[in-house]
């Protein structure tokens, strides 16, 4: 964690050793190294959430989408909700045009 000395303005790694300084909504004191002035502050632990909605884990019908891969032949389906993937079904190679990855490799030779 990194703050600014309220004083000096310098910043400051605060030592973590002992879990000092974890505890949230209480005032740690902290003697500064550079100014020596002490001061205290709060801590205040965030996390961040972007919940989506994934209605294909509730009703098992995943959205599958062509990944978009290069070379084509190893791209798979995504589901563009969960973002689970999957291997191509042969139906789905032939209906996207794309060939098997051993066609592909075959191709190099
Ligand atoms: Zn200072
Ligand atoms: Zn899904």
Redesign the pocket.
Known sequence: MDLE?P??E?ELDICHDDGFGYEEGVKHQYE?P??G?SFVFETSISFYYEPEKADCLNDGNHDYQLTHTYPKEFSKMRCSMCGDEREMTDEERIKFNIGTKQSYMDSLR
């Open positions: 000395c004083y000096c310098q500064c550079h100014c002035k």
